[in-house]
């Protein structure tokens, strides 16, 4: 998360030097969530988040910030999860989820960063969370632009971004305006049923990422992690590898273009590989209109999307790709005066093996219909949403 802190208001001082500083945001959708064809379901469900921050200095070149992320989502999402069709990852009642998305926990993030400037070299940024997010990946997509209106996750997310919530994250960092070069030390294993508590461990697992930003609104990531026993019911550890190239552009006179396309590769055992590709974008051209749209291909298991459970060591793995797209809308206006509302709709379609019709039907069509609020204090950079 970036501190942002909104400035004081005209005719106020500012704070002392050795005063906190705060800021808080989030976003909520209310959302009638239908995924279609023979494996889809329908539900009510909310996706949200909050973020808290706080800052100070810490005297010289020393600035301290505590870090918290919420999310209610394990009351508002059903305990089996989100309807999503052609996602896999985590478990509900000892099963794999298979079409699917998992609710954040309670405890997203929780953690406290000490930041020295070293002047015109840089500086230095030390993280230390019972619950963070390890160097590894894009910016997670409930944070970043380029998904600033999606009502869902993308299907590549445990390719790519899916560490966002570990526990017992260590990091250090050292950048300047074009290159950062970071690596943590954290626990490996997923977050475990209960959405409502940590699930401490030791520090197992480690990762590492570079990021440069050539400027004209272009940042680039290359970063690869290694986890020990990640997963509930697939034995062994994890080597990810991901890449990413995103863009930015505020507009003169208002409006925003965010543009991220990524890939990820998780290498498993069995000498398998599962590839999850991506490339999305979100477009405010005028104050109260937002187009958005994102594409897809993801390797699954036949037998896991078949069958809905994991595959058992048994059965040889055959891999099919499964294709995805999205396209949404939402506009905005202003039904509340504490929250910026929109209310939108996004239609998603795929593409998959002949061997799946049976099984997803031939044309299967996703639709969301929501209401999405996003609040915060004044001056708070709201990351997404």
């Known amino acids: 998360m970036c501190a942002a802190v909104a400035a004081p208001a005209a005719g106020e001082s500012a704070p002392p030097p050795e005063a906190w500083t705060f800021y808080w945001h989030g976003y909520a959708y209310l959302d009638s969530n239908r995924a279609g064809g023979e494996s889809g379901a329908r539900v009510f469900e ?6 808290l921050g706080a800052d100070r200095p810490l005297g010289g070149r020393w600035r301290m910030g505590l870090r918290g992320m919420f999310s209610i989502e394990p009351a508002t999402i059903p305990l089996e999860g989100s309807p999503l069709l052609f996602q896999r990852g985590e478990t509900y009642q000892d099963n794999l989820l298979v079409d699917r998305q998992h609710a954040h926990d309670l405890f997203v993030q929780l953690a406290a960063e000490f930041e020295r400037s070293l002047g015109a070299t840089g500086r230095l940024l030390f993280t230390v969370g019972v619950r963070g997010e390890p160097a590894v990946g894009p910016v997670a997509f409930p944070h970043r632009p380029s998904a600033a209106e999606f009502p869902m996750a993308p299907l590549s997310h445990h390719n790519q971004d899916s560490t966002h919530i570990s526990d017992d994250v260590v990091s250090a960092l050292w950048g300047n305006r074009v290159v ?3 690596g943590s030390v954290f626990h490996g294993a997923e977050p475990d049923e209960d959405r409502w508590d940590l699930d401490q461990g030791s520090l197992d697992s480690y990762a590492g990422r570079i990021t440069l930003a050539p400027g004209g609104g272009f940042s680039l990531q290359v970063s690869a992690c290694r986890r020990e026993q990640p997963e509930a019911l697939e034995p062994g550890n994890q080597t990810r590898q ?6 930015e552009k505020i507009f003169d006179g208002g409006g925003s273009l965010a543009v991220l396309a990524g890939t990820g590769r998780n290498l498993l055992p069995e000498d398998q590989e599962e590839w999850g590709h991506l490339a999305e974008a979100t477009w405010h051209p005028r104050p109260r209109h937002f187009l958005y749209a994102r594409i897809e291909q993801v390797d699954r298991d036949l037998f896991e999307l078949t069958n809905k459970m994991q595959r058992p060591e048994d059965v040889e793995p055959k891999r099919v790709h499964a294709e995805e797209m999205t396209l949404g809308y939402a ?6 005066k504490e929250a910026e ?7 998603a379609g795929y593409r998959f093996d002949d061997r799946l019709d049976d099984v997803y039907g031939e044309r299967p069509i996703s639709l969301w219909v929501y209401l999405r609020f996003r609040f915060g ?3 708070a950079h709201a990351h997404h949403h």
Do not use: D, K, Q, R
């Open 46 to 51: 909310s996706v949200n988040h909050l973020m």
């Open 180 to 182: 950062s070069v970071e």
């Open 242 to 247: 991901t890449a990413s190239v995103a863009w």
């Open 331 to 336: 506009y905005s206006w202003p039904l509340l």
């Open 341 to 347: 509302t929109a209310a939108g709709i996004a239609v």
């Open 377 to 379: 204090s004044e001056g």
